[in-house]
């Protein structure tokens, strides 16, 4: 008589705002990223592989709920996230797991089921529903700054400014390569690998386990300590793809125009004023220079990580989702961030590892992957069913080996600027809140923006100019392709628009098809 065979462990690990370009393994001339490739090297590389919104909390509601931005409406860091709508933890926990977090999931819940004085409603980086959380560590990071503190470290001036290079000798107003006061085994990113480490020596060897790593890391500011950030010369890297000058880039769009005009170096650099725009080549690539050792930083830690999971004898019975919710411009048409319609700001990586499928292992897929395809494959990887609502689709037929013949030839995202609080995007564009987004469809060859509100729409030929520079909407050897694609834009959304009752029917025998349970129930 066999027994039942053993659920596999989970463990999903996400570091914010990491380009999808930004590893060796998937070809970047620079950056080294030795433990991201060894675990490419047991499992797939998603080479194309894009988030479905930004920032955080919209990137991070598809991701969870393996919904796009029109169906989960999570629009903007601080809208909620709607309590009927499931999400990986609670589909984990209805599979036998208990979702355990380290980090953060910067999930706005929904304040209908709380009462109007609940410190929670106060943030916008509530947790998940349906986690247990192990070490939250939040953008305040106090919790990080209390074990620092433990360790001798002066945590007085608090988050942001604990990430202040220290000893800076540079030109007023330069980008320095100045570390911070904490060392390499200090950093978020090590702190939480090691509460995860700790936790991970106190589970039972039969006993399954679900884990989500939440790393902020390479999100800004930018800044690391030793060696890391010397690691990377900033003459080296690919050439930035953007027009002769900000101006010049700002004059393309309405919105870019805007957008440009919003970003503030203190954002990026606690120690900067100004605009982005106004830093100088040779800034931006002392930025990128960081960037790429934040980078390796993690990469570092996705070391630790691993070595963690083989010592407690795990590594042969844990898939691992290794991803981003975003990207990062990095220089980009000179902007940091995302946000927008460029595809620096949504390219993400994401390796998939499950020992069950070593025949795939090393393989790499150049196919169009989306952040909402994360929910349906691991179910369909646990044995679970992906409700038939939802709007990614599994990626295990890749991780065994497979192509699908009708996979998408598409990838989709939007982005909603709207600014509920202060209104600031609706006066500046003279349109209302629910006029304040747009949404892409690219193609191998070409991509689309379409935009609502009256703002004109984009069409890049990618071929030919593969960093959207020249928008040819209006050129008239074009037209006929810009109807096509907005056409196939709104097919899209009219196929994903809202499918969690309207794939059912009542009828005299009773409801016949799908019907999308309430989460909380």
């Not at 390499?184 to 039969?206: K, V």
Request: proline content about 7%.
């Amino acid at each position: 008589m066999t027994g039942k065979a053993r659920r596999p462990n989970i463990l999903l690990i996400t570091c914010d705002q990491w380009r999808g370009d930004c590893l060796s393994s998937a070809g970047h001339p620079v950056v080294k990223t030795p433990n991201a490739d060894a675990l490419a090297a047991e499992g797939v590389l998603f080479k194309r592989h894009y988030g479905a919104a930004a920032p955080c909390s919209p990137a991070r509601a598809c991701l969870y709920t393996g919904l796009y931005q029109m169906n989960n409406r999570v629009c903007r860091n601080g809208t909620p996230l709607d309590a009927r709508h499931g999400n990986i933890a609670l589909h984990a926990r209805g599979l036998g797991y208990d979702p355990t977090l380290f980090g953060y999931t910067d999930v706005s819940l929904d304040p209908r089921l709380l009462a109007p004085g609940d410190p929670r409603l106060q943030s916008y980086e509530g947790v998940l529903p349906g986690f247990t959380v192990r070490q939250l560590l939040p953008e305040h990071q106090k919790q990080w700054l209390s074990w620092l503190k433990l360790r001798g470290i002066d945590v007085s001036a608090g988050s942001p400014d604990i990430h202040r290079p220290v000893n800076d000798g540079g030109a007023a107003g330069a980008v320095s390569y100045s570390p911070p006061i904490y060392s390499r085994d200090e950093t978020p990113t090590a702190f939480l690998t090691s509460e995860f480490t700790r936790w991970l020596g106190e589970q039972e060897q039969d006993a399954p386990w679900f884990a989500h790593l939440s790393f902020i890391s390479p999100h800004p500011p930018f800044i690391v300590p030793a060696p890391y950030n010397t690691l990377y010369d900033p003459a080296d890297g690919p050439a930035f793809h953007r027009a002769a000058s900000w101006q010049e880039e700002a004059q393309s769009h309405p919105y870019l125009a805007y957008d440009i005009g919003q970003q503030k170096q203190a954002k990026f650099r606690p120690d900067a004023r100004g605009k982005v725009h106004d830093w100088s080549d040779d800034d931006f690539r002392r930025i990128r220079a960081i960037y790429y050792g934040m980078i390796s930083e993690v990469d570092a830690q996705l070391g630790r990580v691993w070595q963690a999971v083989k010592a407690a004898g795990a590594w042969d019975d844990t898939i691992i989702v290794l991803t981003s919710d975003h990207a990062e411009m990095m220089g980009d048409h000179f902007m940091l961030g995302k946000g927008g319609y460029f595809d620096g700001s949504y390219h993400i990586p994401l390796i998939i590892r499950d020992p069950r499928h070593g025949q795939a292992a090393g393989d790499s897929v150049d196919r169009f992957t989306e952040a909402v395809d994360i929910v349906p494959t691991l179910l369909d990887l646990l044995g679970g069913d992906a409700a038939p609502h939802l709007d990614g689709t599994s990626l295990k037929p890749f991780l065994s080996g497979g192509s699908p013949a009708d996979w998408r030839d598409a990838v989709h995202w939007e982005f909603d600027f709207r600014s509920i609080a202060e209104g600031e995007a609706e006066r500046h564009f003279g349109i209302n809140s629910r006029q304040c987004n747009l949404a892409v469809i690219r193609t191998e060859k070409l991509k689309y923006v379409h935009f609502s509100g009256g703002l004109p729409p984009l069409l890049f030929d990618l071929e030919t100019d593969p960093g959207e520079l020249n928008n040819l909407a209006k050129h008239p050897a074009y037209l006929g392709v810009r109807l096509e694609f907005a056409e196939r834009l709104l097919a899209w959304r009219a196929e994903h628009l809202d499918q969690s009752l309207a794939l059912a029917e009542l009828t005299e025998h009773g409801v016949v098809g799908h019907v999308a349970r309430a989460a909380s129930e």
